[in-house]
Nanobody
């Protein structure tokens, strides 16, 4: 079965950086169309899309993180990354990676994805 395991969360001061990783297993990516994304959910708020990357490499970002976050993937390692820089207190949230095996839509909508990780917590202090 598909498993997505996030890591790399932690506490950082505003202006700092973190890199999140998502190790994927159980899905044969060879010759398949898919999309992977990062989402986040802050306390008391709905889950929101942060960034997405298509199997061929095209990326999409939420306006709130454009220019600060970079999504990438290492196909050889089956690992998805989210490099986060210039972090702000409002970036504090649980961050989730997700896999969409039948990609459609913008890539930043929760219902587009069919597999999810358990999340990793990012806390940014001012």
């Amino acid at each position: 079965q598909v498993q997505l395991v996030e890591s790399g969360g932690g506490s950082v001061q505003a202006g700092g950086s973190l890199r999140l990783s998502c190790a994927a297993s159980g899905y044969d990516y060879t010759y398949r169309t898919y999309r992977m994304g990062w989402f986040r959910q802050a306390p008391g708020k709905e889950r929101e899309g942060v960034a997405a990357i298509e199997n061929y490499g095209s990326t999409t970002y939420a306006d709130s993180v454009k220019g600060r976050f970079t999504i990438s993937k290492d196909n050889a390692k089956n690992t998805l990354y989210l490099q986060m820089t210039s972090l702000k207190p409002e970036d504090t949230a649980m961050y989730y990676c997700a896999l969409d095996t039948f990609p459609w839509g913008s890539g930043l909508v929760e219902t587009e994805y069919n597999y999810w990780g358990q999340g990793t917590l990012v806390t940014v202090s001012s």
